[in-house]
């Protein structure tokens, strides 16, 4: 497993950005694939950006695409999610996750999880 810190939540404005940092431990985060999920009160942890090791292929959920970008620096060990145009429902406490498997919308296929950095967006 790799270590994983996010730093960057906090208190913005609808249509603010913020960036979000993850930063990870270990020689090895190249072979991670990355993700970040946000879990909304009273509601499921959902995947909303992944990204493959080599940082070339990125999928983003609908509600988050063209809005969040997701971005990784190997030779840093951080992985990062650009969000632009902030809507109230982006509220919530985002994760940095990693995964030795293929990138993958399920958080069960991680197993390397950060503490979590709230994400509050108000109208």
């Known amino acids: 497993q790799v270590q994983l810190v996010e730093s960057g939540g906090g208190l913005v404005q609808a249509g603010d950005s913020l960036r979000l940092s993850c930063a990870a431990s270990?020689?090895?985060?190249?072979?991670?694939?990355m993700a970040w999920f946000r879990q909304a009160p009273g509601k499921d942890r959902e995947c909303v950006a992944a990204?493959?090791?080599?940082?070339?292929?990125?999928f983003y959920a609908s509600s988050v695409k063209g809005r969040f970008t997701i971005s990784r620096d190997n030779a840093k060990n951080t992985v990062a999610l650009q969000m632009i145009s902030l809507k109230p429902g982006d509220t919530g406490v985002y994760y940095c996750?990693?995964?030795?498997?293929?990138?993958?919308?399920?958080?069960?296929?991680?197993?390397?999880w950060g503490q979590g950095a709230p994400v509050t967006v108000s109208s």
């Open positions: 996750a990693g995964t030795l498997r293929r990138s993958s919308w399920a958080a069960n296929a991680y197993d390397s």
């Open positions: 270990g020689r090895t985060f190249s072979i991670y694939a």
């Open positions: 990204i493959t090791g080599s940082g070339d292929n990125t």
